[in-house]
């Protein structure tokens, strides 16, 4: 694709239920990120994704959140037992592994939890 | 572990004038690379400009341009004739090998222009 393409792009789910959000990188990027973005806030990074090397979590809140990349390109970022403080903007990006590389993100998924 | 600060939560400008934006890091590291990205209420992130620490030229794009001070680990934006397009988030980031190319994110400066 042209872009990174996150979906869906709007997730309204009940608090307890898990949730599953996509991540499409652009082809042959190496490099992905996840962050969180609270309304009118700043990114928290979650995880980190560079080619075979084990994953950067150290972003993660709680073991409730979890992601894996499969073929080195679609994440799939999953929280179980949503809580409302999850609510927030979720954003992915790629980048090529060289490290001036810019840093490419999709429009992100909005999750609520009511 | 290097860190990226953005001590200005919020600055205003008028329309036309002149803003510059902070940016402090902290590494041990003599090469890596900086950033500017610019999220507008749109939410799509876009990057502004970038430099390479070797480089000692002070890179520019258009009206955006910035103010690199190696010695003082300092990493200014400077957007001149400012326009109300100009509104939005911006986020100071740094990249380096030793943090194997991991970009780390400044908490952001949301910059509104007043017409």
């Known amino acids: 694709g042209a872009g990174v393409s996150q979906s869906p792009s709007n997730k309204v789910t009940e608090k307890g239920k898990d949730v599953e959000l996509r991540c499409d990188p652009i082809?042959?990027?190496?490099?992905l990120y996840w962050y969180r973005q609270s309304l009118g806030q700043g990114l928290e990074f979650l995880i980190y994704?560079?080619?075979?090397?084990?994953?950067?979590k150290s972003g993660l809140p709680s073991d409730r959140f979890s992601a894996e990349r499969t073929g080195g390109s679609v994440s799939t970022l999953t929280i179980q037992r949503t809580q409302q403080e999850d609510s927030a903007v979720y954003l992915c990006?790629?980048?090529?592994?060289?490290?001036?590389?810019?840093?490419?993100f999709g429009q992100g998924t909005r999750l609520t939890v009511v | 572990a290097q860190t990226v600060t953005q001590s200005q939560p919020e600055m205003s400008v008028q329309e036309a004038e002149t803003v510059t934006l902070s940016c402090t890091y902290d590494?041990?590291?003599?090469?890596?690379?900086l950033f500017w990205y610019k999220q507008p209420p749109s939410r799509q992130m876009i990057l502004v400009i970038r430099?390479?620490?070797?480089?000692?030229q002070n890179a520019t794009e258009n009206r955006f341009s910035v103010n690199f001070q190696k010695a003082a680990k300092s990493f200014s934006l400077k957007i001149s004739d400012s326009q109300l397009g100009d509104a939005a988030m911006y986020f100071c980031?740094?990249?380096?090998?030793?943090?194997?190319?991991?970009?780390?994110f400044g908490k952001g400066t949301l910059l509104t222009v007043n017409p």
């Open positions: 590494t041990s590291e003599s090469d890596y690379y």
């Open positions: 430099q390479e620490a070797y480089k000692q």
């Open positions: 990006a790629s980048s090529l592994e060289y490290w001036g590389s810019e840093a490419f």
């Open positions: 082809s042959g990027h190496t490099a």
């Open positions: 980031a740094f990249v380096s090998g030793g943090s194997n190319y991991k970009l780390t």
């Open positions: 994704f560079q080619g075979n090397s084990a994953p950067d």
